[in-house]
């Protein structure tokens, strides 16, 4: 069972950048195609971007399409989120999971951005 740990959040002021990261334990980190969700408060879990097993084809949803860089290391079992032009509505916990959401979810890890 691949077990998910997302740490890399933290306090970001509106337009800066931030790097996320998730650590995979497992052996078979690589045949999982890869994504990022948030939930905001009071707000359902939203999917934010997602990867295909061998890092070849990205998607991410239309509202940080142009911010956003997901990747992966499949040497390192971990799957990054680079999150550029940050903006308040983007104030979220950040989950990473299989894409589709298949694993049980890690604590997901803080992300707020202040004006």
């Known amino acids: 069972q691949v077990q998910l740990v997302e740490p890399g959040g933290g306090l970001v002021q509106a337009g800066g950048s931030l790097r996320l990261s998730c650590a995979a334990s497992?052996?078979?980190?690589?045949?999982?195609?890869m994504g990022w969700f948030r939930q905001a408060p009071g707000k359902e879990r939203e999917f934010v971007a997602g990867?295909?097993?061998?890092?070849?084809?990205?998607y991410s949803a239309d509202s940080v399409k142009s911010r956003i860089t997901i990747s992966r290391d499949n040497a390192k079992n971990t799957v990054y989120l680079q999150m550029n032009s940050l903006k308040n509505e983007d104030t979220a916990v950040y989950y990473c999971?299989?894409?589709?959401?298949?694993?049980?979810w890690g604590q997901g890890t803080q992300v707020t951005v202040s004006s």
């Open positions: 990867i295909c097993c061998s890092g070849g084809s990205v």
């Open positions: 497992g052996r078979t980190f690589s045949s999982y195609a």
């Open positions: 999971n299989t894409n589709p959401p298949k694993l049980n």
